[in-house]
């Protein structure tokens, strides 16, 4: 690597940033370089990554970070505890939020089953949805639709429909806004299996 | 060759970067190749459908520096079933993984591609551990590493018995003299049969085979050991779909023992 002919903290600094997901040596050589002009925004970044890791913690009861635990959501009285949306990543639960329409709560995977890579029930939160069925009528799986995502929906729907529980899955199909002309022939398909009555 | 067109079957998929997919593509023409579809992680990409696991397809690739490029996608078949049925999701992922394991990029093998695009159609309606073992023993077949059933590999002499010593690290089945340096375990005689079975059979009439459910396991179990003593690693998404099978009862006992008291 040619950020090895750099002083040793320089070197490190690169080779961690590097480290970091979508950011090649390049980028981090770039970022190492900025961070070095600004000594005040490397104060709050360092500051920052150090305070989220020290007081963010997965919430026990549906797995997303939280700084309190439960979290907001799980302490929140006014969200229905019968609808439950189960989602891979944190980051989806603030896109969900962010549609205002789901008014039940969360669990979050942490993931989805990946054979290829490893990835079984075992790694996933998923004794921990267990534990949380008491008066759940129904579980929304929004996963996202890929191979896999499909593979934790049908896991998990094999798991709960036995216990009377109603397990239901986001649609699938044309973006909003989007051109039927310029969609792709496996979502036409999809969003034709899904259509509705009007 | 800066633009190439090849006639592929996406075996493996995974995120890369802000929402580009790196594809490990398997060809007709040219082998495995490893390709990043750029934005296929975006709602309004058009290749979204193609850079999905197990979709057959046309694509269209840029030669890079080090990575190519997709840029474009027509999938011909996206095996739609696998979106459905969990076995046969995890048998098609442990295909896949096969195939990815035991060849090396850039080396055709139009044979094996036939093979597996022909055993992701028949996945579709045949016994998944079925299909499984005998895609797993004829790749072995047409890489060269078919195991010797029934005689023995040392000295060939023709074995009978109730069990057979089947040693990976020999590459089959061995006598009671020639045994003693290997290491290996007993397959009863009825397994190893199947097994022939399963290499010979016309592949379209493999749903004509019947097999008790001992020589189910006792068969993948064997093809397990040797697949992996052949590739040194151990298959994760074989082992898996064995896991999650067993993950799935284990749960559903776990509900209806203490949890599922809850419910009622």
Same mark, same amino acid.
């Given at each position: 690597m040619d950020f090895l002919n750099y002083p040793q903290p320089l070197a490190d600094l690169i080779s961690s940033l590097a480290r970091?997901?979508?950011?090649?040596p390049k980028t981090a050589g770039r970022l190492a370089f900025y961070l070095l002009q600004q000594p005040q925004i490397s104060q709050d970044l360092a500051q920052a990554i150090l305070t989220a890791n020290h007081s963010l913690k997965k919430c026990s009861i549906c797995s997303n970070f939280t700084?309190?635990?439960?979290?907001a959501l799980c302490q929140?009285?006014?969200?229905?505890?019968t609808e439950l949306c189960v989602v891979e990543h944190p980051r989806d639960v603030v896109s969900l939020e962010k549609t205002k329409e789901f008014k039940g709560r969360y669990h979050v995977l942490h993931g989805v089953l990946s054979p290829m890579e490893g990835?079984?029930?075992?790694?996933?939160?998923i004794n921990l949805l267990l534990k949380r069925?008491?008066?759940?009528q129904e579980v929304v799986m929004?996963?996202?639709?890929t191979v896999e995502g499909e593979a934790t929906a049908l896991y998990l729907a094999r798991l709960l429909k036995p216990l009377g529980i109603k397990v239901t899955r986001i649609a699938h199909g044309l973006p909003v806004g989007g051109d039927l002309e310029y969609a792709d022939e496996v979502t036409i398909a999809r969003a034709l299996e899904g259509r509705r009555q009007l | 060759m800066a633009v190439y067109h090849a006639d592929a079957l996406v075996i493996r998929s995974r995120e890369y970067g802000e929402s580009d997919r790196v594809l490990t593509l398997f060809s007709r023409e040219m082998g495995k190749i490893q390709a990043v579809a750029k934005g296929?992680?975006?709602?309004?990409? &058009?290749q979204r459908a193609g850079a999905q696991l197990f979709t057959y397809g046309d694509f269209l690739i840029h030669k890079g520096k080090s990575l190519d490029t997709v840029s474009q996608c027509s999938p011909k078949?996206?095996?739609?079933y696998l979106w459905s049925d969990l076995d046969r999701s995890l048998a098609a992922s442990a295909m896949a993984e096969l195939l990815d394991i035991s060849t090396i990029s850039g080396q055709p093998n139009a044979e094996l591609f036939t093979l597996t695009l022909t055993c992701l159609f028949l996945l579709e309606q045949y016994e998944t551990s079925l299909l499984l073992s005998a895609y797993a023993l004829r790749l072995m077949v047409i890489l060269g590493y078919r195991p010797h059933l029934g005689?023995?590999?040392?000295?060939g002499e023709r074995l009978q018995g109730e069990r057979l010593f089947f040693s990976s690290e020999a590459g089959g089945t061995l006598c009671g003299r020639c045994r003693e340096s290997y290491s290996g375990r007993m397959v009863r005689a009825g397994s190893i049969a199947f097994m022939r079975q399963l290499i010979q059979a016309d592949l379209s009439k493999l749903d004509r085979l019947r097999w008790a459910a001992w020589m189910r396991e006792e068969v993948l179990e064997t093809l397990r050991h040797y697949l992996e003593h052949k590739?040194? &690693?151990?298959?994760k998404s074989w082992r898996l779909g064995n896991t999650i099978s067993d993950g799935l009862e284990r749960h559903i006992r776990s509900l209806n023992g203490k949890e599922g008291k809850e419910f009622e």
């Open positions: 970091l997901p979508g950011i090649g700084d309190q635990d439960p979290c929140n009285p006014q969200r229905d505890s990835i079984g029930p075992e790694q996933l939160t069925l008491k008066g759940v929004a996963l996202n639709p | 296929v992680r975006k709602p309004k990409s &058009r078949e996206s095996f739609s005689d023995c590999v040392e000295c590739f040194e &690693r151990p298959l």
